[in-house]
Nanobody
Framework: QVQLVESGGGLVQPGGSLRLSCAAS????????IGWFRQAPGKEREGVSC????????LYADSVKGRFTTSRDNAKNTVFLLMNSLKPEDTAVYYC????????????????????WGQGIQVTVSS
C-alpha cells in the first residue's frame, strides 16, 4: 500500500526553523518526483517546493526561495523540507505529494499532476 506520512510540524516563533519529513512506505521515493504544498485557511493549495526523481533537481516558490530547502535521503526513503527564517505568512497545513517516474522533472504548481498525497501537517508561525 502506497503511503506518505508527514512529520515535524508544530508551533515556532517568527525567524525560527522547522524541518518537515515526508516518509514513504510501499514504494521507493527515489523513483518518484515529490512536491511540497501548503494550504492556509481560506486559501487555495499552493506549491512550495519540489524535487525531481533521478537528478534531484529542485524548484521553489518565490515566496520561500532562499529560506526553504528540499532534499531527499534515499536510504531512509524520506524527503525533507527545511524551513528557515519562518514568517507568520508561512502558517498553513503542509502536504507532500508523489508521482512515479525515474528521471521525471517535478512540477511546482500542478496539484493534479501528483498521484499520492500525505495527510498534511500543521505549521504555525506565531509569537
Amino acid at each position: 500500500q502506497v503511503q506518505l506520512v508527514e512529520s515535524g510540524g508544530g508551533l515556532v516563533q517568527p525567524g525560527g526553523s522547522l524541518r518537515l519529513s515526508c516518509a514513504a512506505s510501499g514504494f521507493a521515493l527515489r523513483y518518484y518526483a515529490i512536491g511540497w504544498f501548503r494550504q492556509a485557511p481560506g486559501k487555495e493549495r499552493e506549491g512550495v517546493s519540489c524535487i525531481s526523481s533521478g537528478d534531484g533537481s529542485t524548484l521553489y516558490a518565490d515566496s520561500v526561495k532562499g529560506r526553504f530547502t528540499t532534499s531527499r535521503d534515499n536510504a531512509k526513503n524520506t524527503v525533507f523540507l527545511l524551513m528557515n527564517s519562518l514568517k507568520p505568512e508561512d502558517t498553513a497545513v503542509y502536504y507532500c505529494a508523489a508521482v512515479p517516474g525515474l528521471g521525471r522533472l517535478c512540477r511546482l504548481h500542478e496539484t493534479g499532476w501528483y498521484d499520492y498525497w500525505g495527510q498534511g501537517i500543521q505549521v504555525t508561525v506565531s509569537s
